[in-house]
Nanobody, 125 residues
Framework: QVQLVESGGGLVQAGGSLRLSCAAS????????MGWFRQAPGKEREFVAR????????YYADSVKGRFTISRDNAKNTVYLQMNSLKPEDTAVYYC??????????????????WGQGTQVTVSS
């Protein structure tokens, strides 16, 4: 089991940028594919981005392609989400998640094993 803690959220104007971090502890980080999800009030949790165990393969939701970049540093047990050109519709709680048995570009929240507590991102118009 791995414990995940997100940080880096905040309030930013539309067009601005934020970088989220997710620090892992409890067990080896490298065997997990990692994903970022987000959830706005009253809505279902939504897939944002995924990165393979090695960090060489990434996948993004269409809504964030070209604006967000997921990366990881296995030596630091940390995954990042660089968010540029933020829009008000990006406002949500952002969650980091770990997939212990990665297979393909998994986008279903129920297929991830561990979750962080979330960090709030608010984008003003």
């Amino acid at each position: 089991q791995v414990q995940l803690v997100e940080s880096g959220g905040g309030l930013v104007q539309a067009g601005g940028s934020l970088r989220l971090s997710c620090a892992a502890s409890g067990r080896t980080f490298s065997p997990y594919a990692m994903g970022w999800f987000r959830q706005a009030p009253g809505k279902e949790r939504e897939f944002v981005a995924r990165i393979s165990r090695s960090g060489t393969v990434t996948y993004y939701a269409d809504s964030v392609k070209g604006r967000f970049t997921i990366s990881r540093d296995n030596a630091k047990n940390t995954v990042y989400l660089q968010m540029n050109s933020l829009k008000p519709e990006d406002t949500a709680v952002y969650y980091c998640a770990a997939d212990a048995f990665p297979s393909g570009y998994e986008q279903r929240p129920t297929m991830y094993d561990s979750w962080g507590q979330g960090t709030q991102v608010t984008v003003s118009s």
